[in-house]
């Protein structure tokens, strides 16, 4: 298991959902919801702390593996990331990505925390910067008119840029 504690929120977005947290619960852990907003990705969970986590692009190849770390439905889902579609992406110490899921009168306050146990760089995140808003946009249609948004997605550049820099220094190796 992780030290959570040396997780560092870096990415939090909040968004209001018109659901119940348990339909909201439901759409961040069946295969068939997420395939619906996360543009074709299916979701693979051991509903438990310590179970794995895995999302699968359409084609069936692993786009991001990790690790459940907190399993308490339907208020707060925290699982490891990480990035595995891309050899570079791999080498990369796993974020723990966390929603938290709260009541708010007749609706929802979903908040998708993005955590790291190093500095990454501000290029770097442009990535999740990016793709936070299309899910999580997409999930609310999903949830209120039942249809997804159709957002083409590509990684910035500068992310990928950044990624090189990042590896050619290891600064999550240093003390």
Not at 91 to 120: N, R
Not at 139 to 146: A, D
């Amino acid at each position: 298991m992780i030290d959570v504690a040396k997780f560092k929120p870096r990415t939090v977005y909040v968004t209001y959902l018109a659901s119940t947290p348990e339909k909201v619960w439901r759409a961040l852990i069946d295969p068939a919801f997420t395939a619906q907003y996360f543009f074709g990705r299916t979701i693979e969970i051991e509903p438990k702390a310590g179970g794995s986590f895995v999302l699968r692009m359409a084609d069936g190849r692993m786009d991001i593996k990790g690790e459940v770390v907190e399993w308490a439905p339907p208020r707060r889902l925290a699982t490891t990331w990480t990035v595995d579609w891309n050899a570079d992406m791999r080498q990369l110490p796993p974020c723990l990505v966390s929603y938290d899921i709260e009541p708010a009168g007749d609706s929802v306050k979903l908040t998708m925390t993005e955590s790291y146990s190093w500095e990454v760089p501000e290029a770097l995140l442009a990535g999740g910067r990016a793709g936070w808003p299309a899910i999580l946009s997409s999930l609310k249609s999903v949830l209120e008119t039942g249809k997804p948004l159709s957002i083409k997605m590509e990684p910035p550049k500068e992310m990928m840029t950044a990624l090189q820099n990042v590896l050619a220094s290891k600064p999550w190796t240093r003390g």
